[in-house]
């Protein structure tokens, strides 16, 4: 009994089998269900096993062409071709499904994008893809603080977390989520967002196959206060009305909003007629509206609303955070 393949009169049949590798690969791809996408992903994570499979299959195709028409039938050069040549084959074969299993084994870092909708709400994107029924994506989304570290350059500290979820894939392994994340006021205009899968990672920088993060600034920018005074001059004694509004105000360290009305009068000192110290709300914002009765023995007032002084005069020096507005006091009708 012969113990290799019998090559004589059958070797043209062998020759035309290793001229259809690259087809019986095509064959084992598709057993393995590995097609479309995942061929790419196998190509991409798996760069070594996929070069060896193709490569194989190709040198096989080539060592067929040789047997079938380029050696003498019944040669032994052409045996030695023809069992080298399935030899190839076979070994493209093994790199093939190593380089399946492996990529069906794969669990891609998950995808997060952090996209900036208003000053005060950022929308954050994940997906992830070939996941297991029991892999979650954990998303976490932080506040960045500005510090200095010992050398006095500029680094980030965390804050408060902002945003948490874990999610678990459907039935095809995939997730795709969205969520709108509100912004608190603060002096923070950075956020880092991670997602992962398994095991915390301990920064953005400790990087990881499984691990995603972003980094995104956040354009808030501190306003400088709005001041509208008018007049009601129907009721019998003049009535100042005054709307104040501001935005984005800091909260480390706590800022308040002075808002002062002086009553003046030719030859006289300036007079207290009303004064307020104000907070903003929880999100930042001032809107305030407010009224002062001022009679008939002033010829003109004076309001005046800082956020850099507790004492602003009026008229007020030009500063950041600080408003003024001067009118007359209509007359008696």
């Excluded at 009553?263 to 903003?280: D, F, I, T, V």
């Amino acid at each position: 009994m012969q113990r290799f393949l019998p090559v004589g009169k059958d070797a043209k049949g062998a020759a035309r089998f290793l001229l259809a590798a690259l087809p019986a690969l095509g064959a084992v791809l598709t057993a393995l269900a590995v097609t479309g996408d995942v061929v790419g992903r196998m190509a991409r994570n798996h760069p070594w096993a996929s070069f060896g499979a193709f490569g194989c299959g190709a040198v096989a195709v080539f060592l067929g062409a040789v047997a079938a028409f380029g050696l003498r039938e019944g040669s032994s050069e052409e045996r030695r071709v023809l069992y080298l040549g399935l030899g190839v084959l076979g070994a493209g074969l093994v790199f093939t499904v190593y380089a399946g299993v492996r990529t069906w084994g794969d669990r891609p870092q998950p995808s997060i994008t952090v996209t900036p909708k208003s000053a005060s709400k950022v929308a954050v994107s994940v997906k992830g893809i070939g996941l297991r029924s029991s892999d979650h994506i954990v998303i976490e989304v932080e506040q960045l603080l500005r510090v200095r570290d010992r050398n006095g350059r500029p680094a980030w500290k965390r804050g408060e977390p902002l945003y948490g979820a874990s999610l678990g894939p459907n039935d095809s392994g995939e997730i795709d989520h969205t969520a709108d994340v509100s912004l608190p006021a603060g002096d923070f205009d950075d956020l880092e967002a991670r997602a992962w899968i398994g095991d915390k990672p301990t920064s953005c920088e400790a990087g990881g196959r499984t691990t995603g993060c972003v980094r995104v600034h956040i354009q808030r920018p501190q306003e400088r206060p709005q001041l509208a005074v008018t007049w009601e001059t129907f009721v019998r004694v003049p009535r100042l009305l005054l709307r104040l509004r501001a935005r984005n105000l800091p909260q480390r360290p706590a800022r308040s909003m002075t808002l002062r009305v002086y009553g003046l009068a030719p030859g006289q000192a300036a007079r207290h007629l009303a004064e307020w110290s104000l907070a903003p709300d929880a999100d930042g914002v001032f809107d305030r509206h407010l009224a002062v009765v001022v009679g008939r023995a002033f010829t003109d007032v004076c309001v005046v609303a800082s956020i850099s002084s507790r004492e602003p005069p009026c008229p007020a020096p030009v500063e950041d955070g600080t408003v003024w507005s001067r009118l007359a006091v209509p007359a008696v009708q």
